[in-house]
Nanobody, 124 residues
Framework: QVQLVEAGGGLVQTGGSLKLSCAASGRNISDSTMGWFRQAPGKERQFVARAIMSGARKLYADFVKGRFTISRDNVKNMVYLQLNRLKPEDTAVYYC?????????????????WGQGTQVTVSS
């Protein structure tokens, strides 16, 4: 079992930045794929980014377009998502997720453990 706790969300103006963090406990995440998803009001949850195991293999959603960066610290059992050049359409609850092993795709069903989410609100 892996418990995930996100932090770092908040209210920011258009063009601003936030750094989300995800603290994992219960087992070391070094053999896991760590991902970030988001869910805007009235919309389905969507993939944002993921980093496999060591973190060298990363994948981003097209809408990220170089604005977000996922990173991980397997020693500290932490995962981060740096959000830059934020837009109002980035407003959503952001979720951290973990999958044991390598996950190459973007489907949320591939992830076994989820955090409760952290709210990001971008004002125009």
């Amino acid at each position: 079992q892996v418990q995930l706790v996100e932090a770092g969300g908040g209210l920011v103006q258009t063009g601003g930045s936030l750094k989300l963090s995800c603290a994992a406990s219960g087992r070391n995440i070094s053999d896991s794929t760590m991902g970030w998803f988001r869910q805007a009001p009235g919309k389905e949850r969507q993939f944002v980014a993921r980093a496999i195991m060591s973190g060298a293999r990363k994948l981003y959603a097209d809408f990220v377009k170089g604005r977000f960066t996922i990173s991980r610290d397997n020693v500290k059992n932490m995962v981060y998502l740096q959000l830059n050049r934020l837009k109002p359409e980035d407003t959503a609850v952001y979720y951290c997720a973990a999958a044991v092993g390598a996950v190459l795709g973007t489907r949320e069903v591939e992830y076994h453990f989820w955090g409760q989410g952290t709210q990001v609100t971008v004002s125009s």
